[in-house]
Nanobody
């Protein structure tokens, strides 16, 4: 079955950096898109960044601070987060869309930014 294993979350001071990693396995027909979503307490899950084919998309809040990258050979996706702000505090979820199978989510990794 499809498994997504995230790592790299933690506690960081405002202005600091973190790098999230996600390894996908059991992807069968191949991955169409990979990305990251986040959910803060009391809020809906929202897109942070997505990479599909040769294009990337970022939430406005992530532009200029976060960079998503993908290693197709390893079925991995990364999120480099710089200039972190307290409002970036959330659980971050790895996301993949797999051909013919649909959407899958990781278990989430906590990112906490202290002021």
């Amino acid at each position: 079955q499809v498994q997504l294993v995230e790592s790299g979350g933690g506690l960081v001071q405002a202005g600091g950096s973190l790098r999230l990693s996600c390894a996908a396995s059991g992807t069968g027909f191949g991955i169409s898109a990979m990305g990251w979503f986040r959910q803060a307490p009391g809020k809906q899950r929202e897109l942070v960044a997505l990479v599909s084919g040769g294009s990337t998309n970022y939430a406005d809040s992530a532009k200029g601070r976060f960079t998503i990258s993908r290693d197709n050979a390893k079925n991995m996706v990364y999120l480099q987060m710089n200039g972190l702000k307290p409002e970036d505090t959330a659980v971050y979820y790895c996301y993949v869309n797999i051909y013919r199978l649909g959407d899958y989510w990781g278990q989430g990794t906590q990112v906490t930014v202290s002021s």
